[in-house]
């Protein structure tokens, strides 16, 4: 079965296309399909900004759709960046200067203000419309300075809870059994394949 995610960003493509691996799914971006508008994500919730993506995507692939929303969660920055974290330092913003925006409004924060959690809600989406949704959390705190090359976004500045590295030092498969975005898959892959 084909799948079309929501995304041009093929890092995440490749990261589901592993974690699904030696089952009967290709995951395909945004990327195979050209003249997909874009889709504004306005949404007040990952999973209604979730919902609206895949919802275009299957509406306008006639294929089933898979969309996340994802991002951190900083209880001492009142949650922020939370859904915008893929701007937080503005539109366009690059992963980096979205990580330096976190580290300055972060900064002098003690180790007990750091905590932090990574949220993911998947939806998956059917042409017909029928949909469900799966949720992930990954508890953790953010460091005071980068760390580590792998991942994307925060990775190298999160901390899972119980580990004394980011999710940047780790590689893909020891990431994969910890992250939100694993754990949604894993809901999704009980739901595709009970």
């Known amino acids: 079965m084909d799948i079309v995610l929501a995304t041009t960003n093929k890092k995440k493509a490749a990261e589901m296309n592993r974690i699904f691996a030696g089952n009967a799914i290709r995951f395909l971006t945004l990327d195979a399909f050209p003249g997909y508008p874009d889709v504004e994500e306005d ?13 275009a995507v299957a509406c306008f692939t ?36 979205n990580l330096k925006k976190l580290l300055r409004d972060m900064r002098g924060f003690k ?21 469900k949704t799966f949720s992930g959390y990954v508890t953790g705190r ?39 975005r694993g754990r949604a898959l894993k809901k999704l892959s009980q739901y595709l394949f009970p």
């Open 43 to 55: 949404g007040k919730t990952f999973r209604s900004n979730a919902l609206k993506k895949a919802r």
């Open 62 to 97: 006639v294929h089933p759709a898979l969309a996340d929303d994802s991002g951190l969660e900083v209880p001492s920055l009142h949650n922020a960046p939370g859904v915008y974290s893929a701007r937080y330092a503005g539109e366009g913003a690059t992963d980096e200067k």
């Open 111 to 131: 180790a007990g203000d750091r905590a932090a959690r990574f949220v993911c809600c998947m939806a998956f989406v059917l042409p017909d419309g029928h949909h």
């Open 142 to 180: 953010i460091g005071t300075k980068k760390r580590g090359d792998n991942g994307f976004g925060y990775d190298p500045v999160f901390y899972p809870e119980g580990r004394n590295r980011t999710f940047a030092e780790m590689d893909a498969s020891e990431k994969d059994s910890l992250s939100h």
